[in-house]
């Protein structure tokens, strides 16, 4: 079981990997979603990585169904303002979940000696837990960042709605009950904040 420290603790063998922050998840058929702070708070650690000088690697949904608005060459396939990959920042692209299926970011992970990874995005419930589990079953050091990432509301069989901020609540409970650390964002700022001040 992984708790939550009260101190996160990252160094250069630790990736921050956004997932699947695109566009397309404002248009339909995507559902209501939760969490609207959820770019806010992204964007937040986003610059204070960059600024502590640690590994980064974006991760995009191409998506291969027909009329699917993530479909490359749809315009909901870009990233979100402010989440575009800069020169230099590699981006691996998948078509399923899992951001390990069918791509070469565990080679990626590999090659740069990384033992630590540092989740955020789009959805909660379904790519960012399942790249959590597969990083965790891979035997990496998994770390979510609940407060950046965001799910959709989502009908039950019987057709009644579930909302997206119950499903996020159980699926980072989930997470953080066998899979991941789960940690907000001004935890990882001030973490990012102590290797500045090392390197000071």
Not at 43 to 64: E, M
Request: hydrophobic share 45%; glycine share 6%; proline share 7%.
């Amino acid at each position: 079981m992984n708790a939550s420290p009260s101190r996160l603790e990252l160094d250069a063998r630790s990736v921050l990997i956004p997932i699947d922050v695109q566009c397309g998840f404002d248009l339909p058929p995507w559902p209501p979603r939760n969490n609207p702070a959820m770019e806010a708070n992204a964007l937040r650690v986003l610059d204070a990585w960059r600024r502590a000088g640690l590994p980064l690697i974006h991760v995009r949904h191409d998506s291969v169904m027909e009329g699917s608005v993530l479909a490359p060459g749809h315009p909901g396939n870009a990233h979100r303002p402010g989440f575009v990959p800069l020169e230099g920042e590699p981006l691996v692209t998948k078509s399923v979940n899992a951001a390990f299926i069918g791509t070469d970011l565990d080679l990626h992970l590999r090659r740069l000696r990384i033992d630590t990874v540092v989740l955020f995005g789009i959805s909660t419930d379904m790519c960012v837990s399942t790249t959590a589990r597969v990083a965790a079953n891979l035997g990496y050091r998994t770390i979510v960042i609940g407060d950046a990432c965001a799910c959709f509301d989502l009908k039950d069989a019987d057709g009644s709605v579930i909302p997206a901020d119950q499903i996020q609540r159980a699926h980072l409970a989930t997470l953080r009950a066998e899979f991941a650390q789960v940690v907000d964002s001004g935890t990882v700022i001030d973490a990012l904040r102590l290797i500045d001040a090392r390197a000071a």
